[in-house]
Protein backbone atom coordinates (compact mmCIF):
# COMPACT_ATOMS: atom_id res chain seq x y z
CA UNK A 1 0.00 0.00 0.00
CA UNK A 2 1.13 3.62 -0.99
CA UNK A 3 2.10 5.71 2.37
CA UNK A 4 -0.80 8.10 2.59
CA UNK A 5 1.73 11.07 2.81
CA UNK A 6 3.05 10.24 0.08
CA UNK A 7 -0.36 10.63 -1.46
CA UNK A 8 -0.48 14.02 -0.27
CA UNK A 9 3.05 14.91 -1.54
CA UNK A 10 1.62 13.78 -5.17
CA UNK A 11 -1.78 15.91 -4.35
CA UNK A 12 -0.01 19.33 -3.33
CA UNK A 13 2.47 18.55 -6.13
CA UNK A 14 0.11 18.63 -8.90
CA UNK A 15 -1.72 21.70 -6.82
CA UNK A 16 1.78 23.38 -7.42
CA UNK A 17 1.70 22.39 -11.55
CA UNK A 18 -1.72 23.65 -11.57
CA UNK A 19 -1.08 27.25 -9.71
CA UNK A 20 1.89 28.18 -12.29
CA UNK A 21 -0.03 27.08 -15.50
CA UNK A 22 -2.78 29.29 -14.27
CA UNK A 23 -0.64 31.92 -13.13
CA UNK A 24 1.36 31.85 -16.53
CA UNK A 25 -1.27 31.14 -18.90
CA UNK A 26 -1.81 35.38 -19.19
CA UNK A 27 2.10 35.78 -20.00
CA UNK A 28 1.81 33.02 -22.48
CA UNK A 29 -1.68 35.16 -24.12
CA UNK A 30 -0.01 38.35 -23.75
CA UNK A 31 -0.16 38.99 -27.64
CA UNK A 32 -4.12 38.06 -28.14
CA UNK A 33 -4.96 39.82 -24.82
CA UNK A 34 -3.15 43.02 -25.76
CA UNK A 35 -4.27 42.99 -29.27
CA UNK A 36 -7.90 42.82 -28.19
CA UNK A 37 -8.18 45.30 -25.49
CA UNK A 38 -6.02 47.46 -26.53
CA UNK A 39 -3.44 47.43 -23.95
CA UNK A 40 0.37 48.43 -24.13
CA UNK A 41 3.66 46.74 -22.48
CA UNK A 42 3.04 49.42 -19.61
CA UNK A 43 -0.67 48.49 -19.12
CA UNK A 44 -0.17 44.78 -19.79
CA UNK A 45 2.84 45.25 -16.92
CA UNK A 46 0.25 46.70 -13.97
CA UNK A 47 -1.84 43.56 -15.31
CA UNK A 48 0.95 41.58 -14.01
CA UNK A 49 1.24 43.27 -10.94
CA UNK A 50 -2.23 43.65 -10.34
CA UNK A 51 -2.11 39.77 -9.48
CA UNK A 52 1.04 40.28 -6.99
CA UNK A 53 -0.40 43.02 -5.35
CA UNK A 54 -3.50 41.18 -4.54
CA UNK A 55 -1.41 37.47 -3.77
CA UNK A 56 0.89 39.40 -1.24
CA UNK A 57 -1.49 41.46 0.53
CA UNK A 58 -3.56 38.34 1.37
CA UNK A 59 -0.66 35.73 2.26
CA UNK A 60 -0.47 36.35 5.83
CA UNK A 61 -4.45 36.55 6.76
CA UNK A 62 -4.75 33.18 4.48
CA UNK A 63 -2.04 31.86 6.59
CA UNK A 64 -3.69 32.39 9.63
CA UNK A 65 -6.47 31.26 8.05
CA UNK A 66 -4.69 28.20 7.26
CA UNK A 67 -3.84 27.62 11.01
CA UNK A 68 -7.35 27.86 11.96
CA UNK A 69 -9.39 25.56 10.07
CA UNK A 70 -7.15 23.89 8.45
CA UNK A 71 -5.25 22.66 4.80
CA UNK A 72 -8.16 20.47 3.67
CA UNK A 73 -10.75 23.44 3.65
CA UNK A 74 -8.46 26.27 2.72
CA UNK A 75 -6.83 24.58 -0.24
CA UNK A 76 -10.17 23.68 -1.37
CA UNK A 77 -11.74 26.58 -1.31
CA UNK A 78 -9.21 28.86 -2.74
CA UNK A 79 -8.31 26.84 -5.35
CA UNK A 80 -12.57 26.86 -6.52
CA UNK A 81 -11.77 30.79 -5.99
CA UNK A 82 -9.26 30.91 -8.00
CA UNK A 83 -9.97 28.75 -10.62
CA UNK A 84 -13.25 30.40 -11.25
CA UNK A 85 -11.54 33.96 -11.81
CA UNK A 86 -9.25 32.19 -13.72
CA UNK A 87 -12.22 31.79 -16.38
CA UNK A 88 -13.68 35.05 -15.61
CA UNK A 89 -10.50 36.77 -16.93
CA UNK A 90 -11.60 35.72 -20.12
CA UNK A 91 -15.07 37.62 -20.02
CA UNK A 92 -12.26 40.79 -19.20
CA UNK A 93 -14.12 43.72 -21.58
CA UNK A 94 -10.84 46.45 -21.02
CA UNK A 95 -8.19 47.28 -19.30
CA UNK A 96 -9.71 48.20 -16.05
CA UNK A 97 -11.64 45.02 -15.67
CA UNK A 98 -8.55 42.89 -16.46
CA UNK A 99 -6.76 44.64 -13.46
CA UNK A 100 -9.53 44.11 -10.81
CA UNK A 101 -9.96 40.46 -12.13
CA UNK A 102 -6.54 39.78 -11.66
CA UNK A 103 -5.97 41.44 -8.75
CA UNK A 104 -8.82 38.53 -7.23
CA UNK A 105 -7.22 35.95 -8.86
CA UNK A 106 -4.35 36.86 -7.10
CA UNK A 107 -6.22 37.03 -3.16
CA UNK A 108 -7.31 33.53 -4.48
CA UNK A 109 -3.79 32.07 -4.86
CA UNK A 110 -2.97 33.44 -1.56
CA UNK A 111 -3.69 30.87 0.55
CA UNK A 112 -2.10 28.01 -1.57
CA UNK A 113 1.43 27.72 -0.43
CA UNK A 114 0.66 28.48 3.39
CA UNK A 115 -2.36 25.85 3.22
CA UNK A 116 0.22 23.40 1.58
CA UNK A 117 2.59 24.15 4.95
CA UNK A 118 0.03 23.91 7.25
CA UNK A 119 0.01 20.35 5.65
CA UNK A 120 3.68 19.45 5.83
CA UNK A 121 3.74 20.54 9.48
CA UNK A 122 0.71 18.34 10.44
CA UNK A 123 2.01 15.23 7.92
CA UNK A 124 5.41 15.09 7.20
CA UNK A 125 8.46 14.24 9.39
CA UNK A 126 11.50 16.74 10.16
CA UNK A 127 13.46 15.10 8.56
CA UNK A 128 11.85 14.70 5.37
CA UNK A 129 10.36 18.06 5.02
CA UNK A 130 13.24 19.19 2.83
CA UNK A 131 12.73 16.92 0.28
CA UNK A 132 8.87 17.52 -0.07
CA UNK A 133 9.25 21.34 -0.35
CA UNK A 134 11.26 20.88 -3.02
CA UNK A 135 9.37 18.41 -4.76
CA UNK A 136 5.75 20.95 -4.28
CA UNK A 137 8.04 23.62 -5.48
CA UNK A 138 9.67 21.93 -8.36
CA UNK A 139 5.89 21.33 -9.55
CA UNK A 140 5.04 25.40 -10.00
CA UNK A 141 8.25 25.08 -12.14
CA UNK A 142 7.29 21.84 -14.20
CA UNK A 143 3.62 23.26 -14.81
CA UNK A 144 5.17 26.99 -15.68
CA UNK A 145 7.72 25.34 -18.08
CA UNK A 146 5.09 22.85 -19.86
CA UNK A 147 2.55 25.57 -19.77
CA UNK A 148 4.82 27.86 -21.77
CA UNK A 149 4.71 25.47 -25.21
CA UNK A 150 1.55 23.78 -24.54
CA UNK A 151 -0.29 26.89 -23.97
CA UNK A 152 1.29 28.66 -26.88
CA UNK A 153 -0.40 26.27 -28.79
CA UNK A 154 -3.44 26.08 -27.03
CA UNK A 155 -4.28 29.58 -27.13
CA UNK A 156 -3.05 29.66 -30.74
CA UNK A 157 -5.69 26.58 -31.76
CA UNK A 158 -8.64 27.48 -29.26
CA UNK A 159 -8.11 31.60 -28.67
CA UNK A 160 -7.38 32.64 -25.43
CA UNK A 161 -10.69 32.86 -24.03
CA UNK A 162 -11.55 28.72 -24.21
CA UNK A 163 -8.10 28.15 -22.79
CA UNK A 164 -8.87 29.46 -19.72
CA UNK A 165 -12.42 28.60 -19.45
CA UNK A 166 -10.93 24.94 -19.72
CA UNK A 167 -8.29 25.64 -16.96
CA UNK A 168 -11.24 26.90 -14.96
CA UNK A 169 -12.58 23.38 -14.91
CA UNK A 170 -9.56 21.55 -14.14
CA UNK A 171 -9.12 23.53 -10.98
CA UNK A 172 -12.44 22.63 -9.81
CA UNK A 173 -11.90 19.21 -10.43
CA UNK A 174 -8.69 19.13 -8.20
CA UNK A 175 -11.09 20.76 -5.44
CA UNK A 176 -13.32 18.29 -5.07
CA UNK A 177 -10.56 15.36 -5.05
CA UNK A 178 -8.42 17.33 -2.42
CA UNK A 179 -11.66 17.76 -0.10
CA UNK A 180 -12.57 13.80 -0.46
CA UNK A 181 -9.23 12.73 -0.15
CA UNK A 182 -7.69 14.64 2.58
CA UNK A 183 -7.50 15.28 5.90
CA UNK A 184 -5.91 17.74 8.12
CA UNK A 185 -4.85 15.30 10.69
CA UNK A 186 -3.48 11.64 9.69
CA UNK A 187 -5.18 10.76 12.63
CA UNK A 188 -8.34 11.25 11.03
CA UNK A 189 -7.97 9.98 7.50
CA UNK A 190 -9.95 6.33 7.32
CA UNK A 191 -7.38 4.23 5.52
CA UNK A 192 -3.95 5.38 6.65
CA UNK A 193 -1.91 2.24 8.17
CA UNK A 194 -1.01 2.30 12.08
CA UNK A 195 2.18 2.22 11.39
CA UNK A 196 2.47 4.99 9.46
CA UNK A 197 0.43 7.05 11.97
CA UNK A 198 2.81 5.76 14.65
CA UNK A 199 6.22 6.82 12.37
CA UNK A 200 4.20 10.29 11.35
CA UNK A 201 3.36 11.15 14.79
CA UNK A 202 6.68 9.61 16.37
CA UNK A 203 8.81 11.94 13.47
CA UNK A 204 7.35 15.31 12.68
CA UNK A 205 7.83 18.33 14.51
CA UNK A 206 7.53 19.20 18.24
CA UNK A 207 3.52 20.31 18.93
CA UNK A 208 1.88 18.85 16.16
CA UNK A 209 0.61 16.71 18.14
CA UNK A 210 -1.42 18.92 20.70
CA UNK A 211 -4.27 20.34 18.58
CA UNK A 212 -4.92 23.13 16.40
CA UNK A 213 -3.46 26.21 16.66
CA UNK A 214 -4.15 29.50 18.84
CA UNK A 215 -3.52 32.71 17.65
CA UNK A 216 -0.23 33.89 17.52
CA UNK A 217 -0.26 38.09 17.45
CA UNK A 218 1.20 39.75 14.45
CA UNK A 219 3.53 41.86 16.68
CA UNK A 220 5.61 38.74 18.55
CA UNK A 221 5.51 37.53 15.00
CA UNK A 222 7.34 40.77 13.37
CA UNK A 223 9.91 40.73 17.11
CA UNK A 224 11.44 37.73 15.03
CA UNK A 225 15.13 38.65 13.52
CA UNK A 226 14.74 35.21 11.76
CA UNK A 227 11.70 36.32 9.83
CA UNK A 228 13.16 39.96 8.44
CA UNK A 229 15.64 37.86 7.18
CA UNK A 230 13.72 35.30 5.62
CA UNK A 231 11.07 38.30 4.08
CA UNK A 232 14.35 40.28 2.44
CA UNK A 233 15.94 37.43 0.87
CA UNK A 234 12.61 36.29 -0.53
CA UNK A 235 11.80 39.54 -1.60
CA UNK A 236 14.95 39.52 -3.66
CA UNK A 237 14.61 36.30 -4.73
CA UNK A 238 11.29 37.32 -6.45
CA UNK A 239 12.78 39.56 -8.38
CA UNK A 240 14.18 36.72 -10.22
CA UNK A 241 11.28 34.35 -10.53
CA UNK A 242 8.63 36.52 -11.42
CA UNK A 243 10.33 38.10 -14.26
CA UNK A 244 10.63 34.31 -15.43
CA UNK A 245 7.13 33.71 -14.86
CA UNK A 246 5.91 36.92 -17.07
CA UNK A 247 8.79 38.92 -18.83
CA UNK A 248 10.97 35.61 -19.94
CA UNK A 249 8.81 34.29 -22.51
CA UNK A 250 7.81 37.90 -24.63
CA UNK A 251 11.26 38.88 -23.67
CA UNK A 252 13.09 36.13 -25.22
CA UNK A 253 10.10 36.74 -28.14
CA UNK A 254 11.24 39.87 -29.27
CA UNK A 255 15.11 39.40 -28.12
CA UNK A 256 15.56 36.63 -30.40
CA UNK A 257 12.97 37.38 -33.05
CA UNK A 258 11.06 33.72 -32.19
CA UNK A 259 7.77 33.14 -33.33
CA UNK A 260 5.50 31.46 -30.71
CA UNK A 261 6.93 27.72 -30.29
CA UNK A 262 10.43 28.69 -30.03
CA UNK A 263 9.87 31.26 -27.98
CA UNK A 264 8.20 28.87 -25.59
CA UNK A 265 10.62 26.26 -26.05
CA UNK A 266 13.32 28.52 -24.94
CA UNK A 267 11.72 30.02 -22.24
CA UNK A 268 10.42 26.57 -20.52
CA UNK A 269 14.11 25.29 -20.02
CA UNK A 270 15.18 27.90 -18.00
CA UNK A 271 12.35 26.40 -15.81
CA UNK A 272 13.43 23.06 -15.83
CA UNK A 273 15.86 23.76 -14.43
CA UNK A 274 14.41 25.50 -11.83
CA UNK A 275 12.35 22.61 -10.89
CA UNK A 276 15.66 20.45 -10.93
CA UNK A 277 17.08 23.10 -8.64
CA UNK A 278 14.03 22.56 -6.25
CA UNK A 279 14.77 18.95 -5.94
CA UNK A 280 18.09 18.77 -5.34
CA UNK A 281 18.07 21.68 -2.67
CA UNK A 282 15.30 19.67 -1.22
CA UNK A 283 17.02 16.53 -1.00
CA UNK A 284 20.75 18.63 -0.15
CA UNK A 285 18.48 20.31 2.89
CA UNK A 286 17.53 16.44 4.45
CA UNK A 287 21.28 15.17 3.70
CA UNK A 288 22.70 18.28 6.28
CA UNK A 289 19.91 17.99 8.22
CA UNK A 290 20.40 14.45 9.18
CA UNK A 291 24.20 14.95 9.61
CA UNK A 292 22.96 16.77 13.06
CA UNK A 293 23.33 20.38 11.79
CA UNK A 294 20.16 21.68 11.12
CA UNK A 295 20.39 25.51 11.06
CA UNK A 296 23.39 24.53 8.15
CA UNK A 297 21.00 22.64 6.07
CA UNK A 298 18.89 25.57 5.72
CA UNK A 299 21.29 28.23 5.24
CA UNK A 300 24.10 26.20 2.81
CA UNK A 301 21.32 25.39 -0.22
CA UNK A 302 20.65 28.76 0.04
CA UNK A 303 23.55 31.01 -0.38
CA UNK A 304 24.86 28.64 -2.61
CA UNK A 305 21.87 29.14 -5.03
CA UNK A 306 22.02 32.69 -4.65
CA UNK A 307 25.60 32.87 -5.94
CA UNK A 308 24.45 30.72 -8.94
CA UNK A 309 21.93 33.67 -9.39
CA UNK A 310 24.09 36.29 -9.68
CA UNK A 311 26.51 34.43 -11.32
CA UNK A 312 24.13 33.50 -13.89
CA UNK A 313 22.21 37.08 -14.60
CA UNK A 314 25.68 38.35 -15.38
CA UNK A 315 27.01 36.18 -17.93
CA UNK A 316 23.41 35.99 -19.77
CA UNK A 317 23.79 39.61 -20.73
CA UNK A 318 27.07 39.24 -22.47
CA UNK A 319 26.20 36.43 -24.37
CA UNK A 320 24.78 37.50 -28.05
CA UNK A 321 22.71 34.51 -29.06
CA UNK A 322 20.03 32.93 -28.11
CA UNK A 323 21.12 29.38 -26.99
CA UNK A 324 24.63 30.88 -24.68
CA UNK A 325 21.54 33.03 -22.87
CA UNK A 326 19.20 30.77 -22.00
CA UNK A 327 22.19 28.52 -20.40
CA UNK A 328 23.56 30.92 -18.14
CA UNK A 329 19.18 32.01 -17.63
CA UNK A 330 18.88 28.72 -16.68
CA UNK A 331 22.20 28.35 -14.04
CA UNK A 332 20.49 31.79 -12.48
CA UNK A 333 16.91 30.16 -12.17
CA UNK A 334 18.46 26.94 -10.93
CA UNK A 335 20.03 28.81 -8.11
CA UNK A 336 17.20 30.85 -7.10
CA UNK A 337 14.74 27.76 -6.91
CA UNK A 338 17.65 26.27 -4.69
CA UNK A 339 16.57 28.89 -2.28
CA UNK A 340 12.61 27.49 -1.90
CA UNK A 341 12.83 24.53 0.27
CA UNK A 342 14.95 26.12 2.59
CA UNK A 343 13.28 29.06 2.88
CA UNK A 344 9.94 27.52 3.54
CA UNK A 345 11.42 24.90 5.50
CA UNK A 346 13.09 27.77 7.98
CA UNK A 347 9.56 28.86 7.89
CA UNK A 348 8.05 26.03 9.56
CA UNK A 349 10.60 25.27 11.88
CA UNK A 350 10.22 29.13 13.59
CA UNK A 351 6.55 28.91 13.08
CA UNK A 352 5.85 25.42 14.10
CA UNK A 353 1.85 25.30 14.60
CA UNK A 354 1.85 28.98 12.92
CA UNK A 355 3.65 27.97 10.12
CA UNK A 356 0.75 28.94 7.45
CA UNK A 357 1.05 32.48 9.35
CA UNK A 358 4.98 33.02 9.41
CA UNK A 359 5.26 31.14 5.91
CA UNK A 360 2.71 33.22 4.68
CA UNK A 361 3.98 36.64 5.86
CA UNK A 362 7.35 35.37 4.31
CA UNK A 363 5.52 35.24 0.96
CA UNK A 364 3.56 38.50 0.90
CA UNK A 365 7.09 40.49 1.25
CA UNK A 366 8.48 37.72 -1.86
CA UNK A 367 5.27 38.99 -3.79
CA UNK A 368 5.97 42.73 -3.01
CA UNK A 369 9.05 42.01 -5.24
CA UNK A 370 7.09 40.64 -7.85
CA UNK A 371 4.58 43.58 -7.63
CA UNK A 372 7.50 45.83 -8.04
CA UNK A 373 9.36 43.63 -11.14
CA UNK A 374 5.68 43.50 -13.07
CA UNK A 375 5.80 47.59 -14.03
CA UNK A 376 9.69 48.08 -13.45
CA UNK A 377 11.04 46.04 -16.23
CA UNK A 378 9.90 47.91 -19.12
CA UNK A 379 10.19 51.02 -17.72
CA UNK A 380 13.93 50.19 -17.23
CA UNK A 381 14.24 49.02 -21.03
CA UNK A 382 12.55 52.00 -22.38
CA UNK A 383 14.70 53.99 -19.63
CA UNK A 384 17.64 52.42 -20.73
CA UNK A 385 17.31 51.31 -23.96
CA UNK A 386 18.46 47.73 -22.57
CA UNK A 387 18.11 45.17 -20.10
CA UNK A 388 21.21 44.72 -18.93
CA UNK A 389 20.71 47.18 -15.99
CA UNK A 390 17.73 45.15 -15.19
CA UNK A 391 20.34 41.97 -14.72
CA UNK A 392 22.92 43.33 -12.99
CA UNK A 393 20.34 45.03 -10.52
CA UNK A 394 19.43 41.22 -9.72
CA UNK A 395 22.75 39.55 -9.47
CA UNK A 396 23.76 42.29 -6.99
CA UNK A 397 20.24 41.83 -4.77
CA UNK A 398 20.76 38.38 -5.08
CA UNK A 399 24.37 38.63 -3.82
CA UNK A 400 22.64 40.52 -0.97
CA UNK A 401 20.03 38.07 -0.13
CA UNK A 402 22.73 35.54 0.62
CA UNK A 403 24.63 37.74 3.18
CA UNK A 404 20.70 37.45 4.91
CA UNK A 405 21.06 34.07 5.31
CA UNK A 406 24.77 34.35 6.63
CA UNK A 407 22.80 35.83 9.58
CA UNK A 408 19.54 33.71 10.07
CA UNK A 409 19.56 30.79 12.44
CA UNK A 410 16.39 28.62 12.09
CA UNK A 411 16.89 27.31 15.25
CA UNK A 412 15.49 30.17 17.31
CA UNK A 413 11.50 29.48 17.15
CA UNK A 414 9.05 32.14 17.24
CA UNK A 415 7.50 30.91 20.22
CA UNK A 416 10.58 31.07 22.28
CA UNK A 417 10.77 35.11 22.00
CA UNK A 418 9.51 36.57 25.05
CA UNK A 419 6.13 38.24 25.01
Not at 110 to 139: C, D, H, Q
Not at 235 to 245: G, H, I, M, P, R
Not at 329 to 349: E, T, Y
Request: proline fraction near 5%.
Amino acid sequence: MIPKRYLVVTATFLLSVLLYVDRICISTAKGQITQELHLTDTHFGWVMSAFAIGYALFQTPSGMLADKIGGRRILASIVTIWSIFTGLSALAWNYTSLLVIRFLFGVGEAGAFPGMARAVYSWIPTKERGLVKGINFSGSRLGAAFALPVLAVAIDSLGWKQTFFILMVIGCVWSVAWWFFFRDEPSEHPTISKEELAYIQANRQAGANSGPAGKMPIGLMLRSPGLWLMMTQYLFANFTTFFCLTWLYPHVKKAYNLNSADAGFYSMIPLLCGAAGNVISGWLVDRIYASGRPALSRKLPAIFGFCLTALGMVMSVQQNSVGPAIFWLSVAVFGVDMILSPSWSFCIDIGGKHAGQVSGTMNMAGNIGSAIIGPIFPALVIWTGSTDVFFYLIAGFSLAAAGCWLLADSTKKIAEIPA
